[in-house]
């Protein structure tokens, strides 16, 4: 099973190209947090075979949720 990284701004610039290197070392799975998994860019990560998750930065609970089960960075 391959350990899962979670990558917040996944459909921006400095986080799609964290994505990018992720997908690319075919290491890890990748988790892109998003406010909203129907946005274009969302679904153009979720055709490479990224999960998506919803959170809100102020929402501290929605992140708790969308962090579970990632790989404590080492």
Same mark, same amino acid.
């Given at each position: 099973?391959?350990?899962?990284?979670?990558?917040?701004?996944?459909t921006?610039?400095?986080?799609?190209?964290?994505?990018d290197? %992720?997908?690319? $070392?075919?290491?890890?799975?990748?988790? %892109?947090?998003?406010?909203?998994?129907? $946005?274009?860019?969302?679904? %153009?990560? %979720?055709?490479?075979?990224v999960?998506?998750?919803?959170a809100?930065?102020?929402?501290?609970? $929605?992140?708790?949720?969308?962090?579970?089960v $990632?790989?404590?960075?080492?």
């Amino acid at each position: 099973m391959s350990p899962i990284i979670t990558v917040i701004g996944a459909t921006g610039v400095q986080g799609g190209s964290v994505v990018d290197a %992720a997908l690319k $070392s075919g290491i890890y799975k990748v988790r %892109a947090i998003t406010r909203n998994v129907n $946005s274009d860019k969302a679904k %153009a990560l %979720a055709a490479r075979g990224v999960e998506l998750a919803t959170a809100d930065l102020n929402d501290e609970q $929605s992140l708790i949720k969308a962090f579970d089960v $990632s790989v404590p960075f080492l």
